[in-house]
T-cell receptor, first 115, second 118 residues
């Protein structure tokens, strides 16, 4: 069965420091991996995805994520955090060959960036 | 484009009442989905559709019905609301990926409906 784990409920980081939000997955075969962000009282917004190719994926708002097949991880990173990055971040996975709308989401990580 | 729209934004029901959550998209997406979001549990797929006239169950379908008579609309019906259905509901739409896994393959979410069942 497919699953996604986000081991940290909350990540705290000072503005200007690098940030990492962790995600590990379990899926048979090579996965499609996604990161979404949710601002308060809003729907989810797409940040980036890994389909194939370069393991380092660049997305919106300066975020990037690195696909590591051996560690089954897809951690979200940003070199310099902004207060406006404070939000709830979701990692999601889909098995290849499955319907594109059958995503399995992690439980979410709240990112808090202090000024 | 309005994207994905959901109505109502907020709703309070009594146990046993029925209601329909509306979802519409104007991007001509074939795929549409309903999720519920609960604290500490992330988003869980309720039902999904890969085209007009085609629907299927997700992870947590019990207590919910869907239909897809048009490409644009994908309503979610609660026939007899229960307190366990108190949640925030999100509708999403997407286009299928092209052959080989490339293509759009990105889900667009509506703003959500916050439902409370007393």
């Amino acid at each position: 069965a497919q699953s996604v784990a986000q081991p940290e409920d909350q990540v705290n980081v000072a503005e200007g420091n690098p940030l990492t939000v962790k995600c590990t997955y379990s899926v048979s075969g090579n996965p499609y991996l996604f990161w979404y962000v949710q601002y308060p009282n809003r729907g989810l917004q797409f940040l980036l995805k890994y389909i194939t190719g370069d393991n380092l994926v660049k997305g919106s708002y300066g975020f990037e994520a690195e696909f590591n097949k051996s560690q089954t991880s897809f951690h979200l990173k940003k070199p310099s955090a902004l207060v406006s990055d404070s939000a709830l971040y979701f990692c999601a996975v889909r098995a290849r060959g499955g319907a594109t709308n059958k995503l399995i989401f992690g439980t979410g990580t709240l990112l808090a960036v202090q000024p | 484009n309005a994207g994905v729209t959901q109505t109502p934004k907020f709703q309070v029901l009594k146990t046993g009442q029925s209601m329909t959550l509306q979802c519409a998209q104007d991007m001509n997406h074939e795929y549409m989905s309903w999720y519920r979001q609960d604290p500490g549990m992330g988003l869980r797929l309720i039902h999904y559709s890969v085209g007009a006239g085609i629907t299927d169950q997700g992870e947590v379908p019990n207590g919910y019905n869907v239909s897809r008579s048009t490409t644009e609309d994908f309503p979610l019906r609660l026939l007899s609301a229960a307190p366990s259905q108190t949640s925030v509901y999100f509708c999403a739409s997407s286009s299928p990926g092209l052959a080989g896994g490339r293509g759009q393959d990105t889900q667009y979410f509506g703003p959500g409906t916050r439902l409370t069942v007393l």
